[in-house]
C-alpha cells in the first residue's frame, strides 16, 4: 500500500491529510489557538458532585464544567489528590523527589464519587475526550504520558508490554530492560514500535518523559485552579509519533520548522528513509498539487457519490449518524441479489473510509440495500470488519439486524469533522446551492463512459456556455481528448437556458436520454 502524509501549515493552523494509494482516508486540522485537546493536563477545581450519576463537575477554564465519572477517576486518585496537594505547596526550587512519594492504598472499583472527592479538592486531571456539541470536555484522572516506544503511568510500577507484539521471547525481553531502567513509582506501558529496539533507544525515549513529568510538578507549583498545567504535543507531533512508520512512501510539508522537525524524526526512527520527507516550495498549494482539494470537496457533504453510481446519504442527529446506501444505474449481472451485494460491498469500503476522514463517532446506523440470503448479509458483515480493521479508533460492528439494518459503534474522541461542501451559485446569484463546480467534468465524464459502454452512439451534450468554453478551448480540448479516448464523435452544444452546473445527453434523434 502506498501511505503519504501531506502537511499543509498556514497561519490558522495546520491541516494533515492522510493517503492510501492516493485516496484521502484521514484530514486532520490543527488550529492555531486550540484548547482543551486529548492529553492536556489541567489542575481542575471540583464544582458540583452528583451522587446519582457517580460523577463530578470539575472547572478547568472551559465554558461548561468538564465531566468526571468515578469509573475514570483511576484507582490511584488518593495518590493524585495527595501529589496534587503536595506539589502545589512544594517551597523546593528543585521540586520533592517523586521516588520517595508514598502511594496512597488504590480506591475500591463499586466506590461513591463523593468517598473519594469529598470536600471539592483541587485535582491533576487530563483530558479524556475534547468539548463535542453542547458538553464540556471529559476528563480522566488515569495520567498517561505518551511517547515513542513507552507509555508512562506514574503512581504506579506496573510494566506491560502490547499484546501486538507476538513474538513471547520479545516481550520478555523488552519487560526485562523496561524493569531494569525505570524509577520507582513510575509505571511503563512498552508500546508495539518498541519492537526489536535497544535499551539506549528505550532508555531516552522514558527519560524524556520522566522530565516531561518533573516539568509537570514544577508547573503545578502555586498554581491557581482552572489552570493549564501541560499541553499535549501538537497535533502534527503526535500524528507523527502514532502513525509515521516505515510503511510511508512519501511526507510533504511546506513549513520548513516542522519539515526540519519530521525529517529529524524520520532519521530516528529509519535512517534508510530520510528521503521521504519532502519540502515544498514551488508556489503552489500543497493540497491542491496532491488532489486533497477536489478529494475533501468530493467526499464531505450530506451526498457522497460512489463509482458505480450507487451513492451514501449521511445523516447525524445529537443521538447518532444514519448512513443510506442507495443503488446507482450500474448492474454486474441480472440477479438482484447479486447487484445488491456488489453495491453493498463498494458502499461498506466507501463508508469505513468516510468514517475515519470525519471522525465520527458514538452510534452508526447504515441501511444497506436488502438482501434476502444469510451468507450474504455475513460476508457483507466480514468485509465491513475487514475494511474498519485499520481504523485507529476502538470500534465495534454488529451484525446486520432483521430489519436491514447494521450497527456500528466508534469511539469519539473529538468533534466530527465537518467541511462546507458547496458554493454560491453563480446563476441565481446566490439564492441556492449547488455541488461543487470543480466536479462537473468528472462528473459528465462519468455519465459519458457509461453510456458509451452501453452502445450508445451519436451522442450530443448540451451545456451552459460558460462550461461550453471550458470544453472546447484550444486544439487539444477536453472534447478531443473524449473523442481519441471513446473513439466516437461527440457532439457539444451550449443553450443559455441552462443553469451553471445542468447538463444532458441526447441521441441521434434528439432525444434526451435518460439514466
Excluded at 506496573?158 to 513510575?186: G, M, T, W, Y
Excluded at 512498552?190 to 516531561?212: F, S
Excluded at 512519501?250 to 522537525?261: L, S, T
Excluded at 456500528?408 to 441565481?428: A, H, K, L, W
Amino acid at each position: 500500500m502506498n501511505k503519504e502524509l501531506i502537511i499543509n501549515a498556514a497561519p490558522t493552523g495546520v491541516e494533515i491529510a492522510l493517503l492510501e494509494d492516493k485516496k484521502l482516508v484521514e484530514l486532520h486540522n490543527e488550529k492555531a489557538d486550540a484548547n482543551f485537546a486529548v492529553g492536556d493536563l489541567y489542575l481542575g477545581k471540583v464544582k458540583k458532585l452528583i451522587p446519582g450519576l457517580n460523577a463530578a463537575f470539575v472547572d478547568v477554564g472551559f465554558e461548561k464544567d468538564a465531566f468526571l465519572h468515578y469509573t475514570d477517576l483511576s484507582p490511584y486518585a488518593r495518590s493524585i489528590l495527595k501529589f496534587t496537594q503536595l506539589a502545589m505547596a512544594d517551597k523546593d526550587p528543585n521540586g520533592f523527589d517523586f521516588s520517595k512519594f508514598q502511594i496512597e492504598p488504590e480506591i475500591i472499583k463499586t466506590g461513591k464519587i463523593n468517598e473519594v472527592l469529598n470536600g471539592k479538592p483541587h485535582i491533576l486531571v487530563q483530558i479524556l475526550k475534547e468539548p463535542i456539541a453542547a458538553k464540556g470536555p471529559r476528563l480522566s484522572c488515569e495520567i498517561s504520558l505518551p511517547g515513542r516506544f513507552v507509555v508512562v503511568t506514574p503512581f504506579n510500577d506496573i510494566v506491560a508490554v502490547s499484546k501486538k507484539i507476538h513474538s513471547s521471547d520479545e516481550r520478555k525481553r523488552l519487560q526485562k530492560i523496561v524493569e531494569a531502567i525505570k524509577p520507582k513509582n513510575f509505571g511503563v506501558i512498552v508500546r508495539t514500535a518498541a519492537e526489536g529496539k535497544n535499551t539506549a533507544e528505550l532508555h531516552e525515549d522514558l527519560r524524556t518523559l520522566i522530565d516531561t513529568w518533573k516539568n509537570i510538578q514544577h508547573n503545578l507549583k502555586g498554581a491557581q485552579p482552572p489552570a493549564k498545567v501541560l499541553s499535549e504535543q501538537d497535533k502534527t507531533t503526535s500524528i507523527l509519533r502514532d502513525l509515521l512508520n516505515e510503511d510511508f512512501n512519501r511526507v510533504v510539508i511546506n513549513d520548513k520548522n516542522i519539515y526540519n522537525d519530521t525529517r529529524s524524526y524520520v532519521q530516528k526512527i529509519a535512517p534508510h528513509k530520510a528521503d521521504i520527507v519532502v519540502f515544498h516550495n514551488n508556489g503552489s498549494a500543497v493540497f491542491d498539487q496532491y488532489g486533497i482539494t477536489k478529494q475533501v470537496k468530493s467526499s464531505f457533504g450530506k451526498t457522497v457519490n460512489l463509482p458505480s453510481g450507487a451513492y451514501l446519504i449521511i445523516e447525524h442527529t445529537e443521538a447518532l449518524h444514519v448512513i443510506d446506501v442507495n443503488s446507482g444505474y450500474k448492474s454486474v449481472s441480472n440477479n438482484q441479489e447479486e447487484n445488491a451485494l456488489e453495491t453493498n460491498l463498494e458502499a461498506a469500503e466507501e463508508i469505513a473510509r468516510q468514517l475515519r476522514l470525519r471522525d465520527i463517532g458514538g452510534i452508526i446506523v447504515v441501511d444497506f440495500i436488502d438482501m434476502k440470503l444469510p451468507e450474504n448479509k455475513k460476508k457483507l458483515q466480514e468485509a465491513m470488519e475487514g475494511f474498519m480493521r485499520p481504523d485507529r479508533a476502538k470500534h465495534a460492528v454488529l451484525p446486520i439486524s432483521k430489519f436491514g439494518l447494521m450497527q456500528i459503534t466508534r469511539q469519539r474522541m473529538r468533534p466530527e469533522v465537518t467541511i462546507n461542501t458547496t458554493e454560491t451559485c453563480p446563476s441565481c446569484g446566490g439564492s441556492g446551492k449547488v455541488a461543487p463546480t470543480m466536479l462537473l467534468e468528472d462528473e459528465i465524464e462519468k455519465r459519458l463512459h457509461y453510456l458509451v459502454s452501453h452502445q450508445h452512439k451519436n451522442l450530443t451534450l448540451v451545456v451552459h456556455p460558460i462550461v461550453y468554453s471550458h470544453l472546447t478551448k484550444g486544439i487539444f480540448s477536453i472534447r478531443f481528448k473524449w473523442r481519441r479516448k471513446y473513439k466516437m464523435p461527440i457532439k457539444i452544444k451550449s443553450s443559455s437556458d441552462y443553469y451553471f452546473t445542468e447538463f444532458h445527453f441526447y441521441d441521434a434523434n434528439e432525444e434526451e436520454i435518460k439514466l
